[in-house]
């Protein structure tokens, strides 16, 4: 039988859009789906550098301007991957044409402007997921296996950090193409919302919902040149965040985030302490999970380091043989395979538009904290 063709729009050819089109072309190759993934047109503003990015990837078509791209009907799927001020407009008008919708995170700039991209999907009852990859990591997706089994039984603690030192130089513009970051109109915010949102998606996803934060942010930098003005103007991102927090399920936990712990690149860890057993897992090792069983004999008792590359590993069956280990990459094209697949059987895999909604409710508890210098409620998802 033929497969059904599933008809990409990108929008943006940065990092993320390697990233994607990278899972898009593989994804055929390792799973079998009903649909058959076709680069259809990407889009961008700067026609010369996208026909380069279109001819090494493979789309068909180009296009300059994203309303034009949603208009087409020969898209089925519309992909963003732009800068986080660009997400609600593009999603709410793909969402109205009724595109299946893939978004990078974070879902909005902050709660109220998600609420409407949720909305908006919901309307059009059209597919949505949001790019929390590290779900999909063979590892941690193995974590959220084992807690589901019940092996950790109670949960008492979840420790998360996500450790950079790339803007520790004063000199670092903000704005424009890859210091977007740097610079609040864009980003929305720093740390909280590009690195912690990572780390906020897993830890509600393996550990259930966030009902109140207490934070510390902090900008060290006060004052860098944009790169679009040309003039020196105040930082209004937060370069470090800190915060504790309570899950619903009586659990306490610590975040923290940084672009400037020096020597470290993306140290994303996280650990979380049940009764019976312990996990661990770090991105720079992130094939491996760390595992404690209290339940093992005692003499043998230990922390086990599972190499998470054997067939009846998540994921992991469907690429190399055992002790092959899977990377960064792959984390994307298993995110592209369950999207299909939520297709094909109806039940929508997550992250979805409601499930980013959720983390903006804790990164806006955040941030409002850090403030307020008082705990503050995360708002539930209806
Ligand atoms: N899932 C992850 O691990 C992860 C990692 C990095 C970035 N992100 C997210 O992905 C998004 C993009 O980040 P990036 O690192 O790829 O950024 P980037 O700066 O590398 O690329 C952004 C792209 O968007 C394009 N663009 C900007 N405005 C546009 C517009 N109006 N119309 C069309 N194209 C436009 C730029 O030309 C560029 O190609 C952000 O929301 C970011 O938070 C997610």
């Not at 005692?298 to 086990?304: E, Q, S």
């Not at 210098?373 to 708002?379: A, L, M, P, Q, S």
Request: hydrophobic share 40%; proline share 4%; aromatic share 10%.
């Amino acid at each position: 039988m033929p497969k059904q063709p599933l008809r990409i729009g990108l929008i943006g050819y940065g990092f993320m859009g390697r990233a994607h089109s990278n899972a898009f072309a593989q994804v055929n190759h390792f799973f079998p789906l009903e649909h058959q993934v076709q680069l259809q047109a990407v889009c961008a503003r700067d026609e010369a550098k996208l026909k380069e990015f279109a001819g090494k990837w493979g789309y068909k078509s180009v296009e300059t301007d994203w309303r034009k791209l949603i208009a087409r009907d020969d898209i089925d799927v519309i992909d963003i991957a732009t800068p986080n001020n660009t997400h609600a407009e593009i999603a709410i008008a793909a969402a109205k044409a009724g595109k299946m919708i893939l978004c990078e995170k974070p879902l909005g700039l902050n709660g109220p402007q998600a609420e409407k991209m949720v909305a908006a999907v919901q309307k059009a009852k059209v597919p949505n997921m949001v790019w929390y990859n590290y779900r999909r990591c063979p590892a941690v997706t193995l974590a959220k296996q084992l807690i589901d089994e019940g092996r950790l039984g109670k949960i008492f603690h979840y420790r998360a950090k996500f450790l950079q030192d790339w803007t520790i130089n004063p000199d670092l513009p903000q704005g424009g193409a890859a210091l977007w970051r740097l610079d609040v109109k864009a980003a929305g915010s720093g740390v909280t919302g590009d690195l912690l949102a990572h780390c906020i998606d897993t830890a509600m996803w393996l550990n259930g919902s966030i009902d109140t934060v207490t934070a510390m942010t902090e900008t060290f930098i006060k004052e860098r040149k944009h790169n679009l003005t040309g003039k020196v103007e105040k930082v209004g991102i937060d370069d470090a965040s800190a915060f504790l927090a309570r899950f619903s399920n009586g659990s306490l936990a610590t975040f923290e985030s940084t672009r400037y712990a020096r020597g470290h690149k993306a140290l994303y860890t996280f650990e979380i302490n049940g009764e019976n057993a312990s996990i661990f897992w770090d991105l720079h090792d992130l094939h491996r999970l760390q595992y404690f069983d209290h339940h093992d004999q005692g003499r043998v008792r230990g922390w086990r380091s599972i190499h998470v590359s054997d067939g009846d590993h998540p994921y992991c069956g469907n690429w190399w043989v055992p002790g092959l280990q899977l990377g960064y990459e792959h984390s994307f094209v298993h995110q592209v395979a369950d999207f299909i697949k939520g297709i094909e059987t109806g039940k929508p895999a997550g992250p979805t538009f409601k499930d980013g909604l959720a983390t903006d409710y804790v990164t806006d508890a955040v941030l409002k904290s850090a403030k307020t210098r008082k705990w503050e409620k995360v708002k539930k998802t209806r």
